[in-house]
């Protein structure tokens, strides 16, 4: 079965410094990934999602993840972190097989401290 | 466009007795799955529907139960609920594709005593 994990369940970064969420999935086969966040006492809402037609993907709210192959990672970055980027962050893997599973890491709690 | 809309939004139940909730998926999208997100985790798949058919299921057991809807709506029923079903429960719709994005609801947050 396909997993992720997601190294650190809090990071806090500064306002304005880099956002780094880590992701590692384990996958026999390219599979599809994607981060989503979710905000408290809300359901997630989709940042990026990788299709491999870019190893570089583009999100919303400035997010961005590259997909590494060789290092089975997916990790999540903003330049400049703003205060209205606290939230929980999870990463997520979709299986390729008959039904769509998606199969979701632990989170990542974000605390943006000004 | 309609986004998935769950409820109700909490609940309150005693262990033993059974639950239904409530999901009405995003217009367009003809596939539901629904996920266990219990406190501090990420979410568990349950199962997923497609044309009112299960077609997929986590390792949850069979007191866990769906139905899907000729409007894709969906329920949930959880039957002799226990302690540890207490949880964030969330309703996700998506075109069906194993790459379709999943659109969720807020969820319902269930509590059993």
């Known amino acids: 079965a396909q997993s992720v994990t997601q190294l650190g369940s809090h990071v806090s970064v500064s306002e304005g410094a880099l956002v780094l969420l880590r992701c590692n999935y384990s996958s026999s086969v390219p599979p599809y990934l994607f981060w989503y966040v979710q905000y408290p006492n809300q359901g997630l809402q989709l940042l990026l999602k990788y299709t491999s037609a870019a190893t570089l993907v583009k999100g919303i709210n400035g997010f961005e993840a590259e997909f590494k192959k060789s290092e089975t990672s997916f990790h999540l970055t903003k330049p400049s972190a703003h205060m209205s980027d606290a939230a929980e962050y999870f990463c997520a893997v979709s299986e390729t097989g008959g039904y769509q599973k998606v199969t979701f890491g632990t989170g990542t709690k974000l605390q943006v401290i000004p | 466009e309609t986004g998935v809309t769950q409820s109700p939004t909490h609940l309150i139940k005693t262990r033993g007795q059974q639950v239904t909730l409530r999901c009405s998926s995003q217009?367009?999208?003809?596939?539901v799955s629904w996920y266990q997100q219990a406190l501090g985790q990420g979410p568990q798949f349950i199962f997923q529907y497609y044309r009112e058919e299960e077609n997929g299921r986590g390792n949850f057991p069979p007191r866990f139960s769906g139905l899907q809807f000729p409007n894709y709506s969906s329920e949930l029923n959880v039957n002799a609920l226990e302690l540890d079903d207490s949880a964030l429960y969330l309703c996700?719709?998506?075109?069906?594709?194993?790459?379709?994005?999943?659109?969720f609801g807020n969820g319902t947050r269930l509590t059993v005593t």
């Open positions: 996700a719709s998506s075109p069906r594709g194993a790459g379709a994005p999943l659109h």
């Open positions: 217009s367009g999208h003809n596939t």
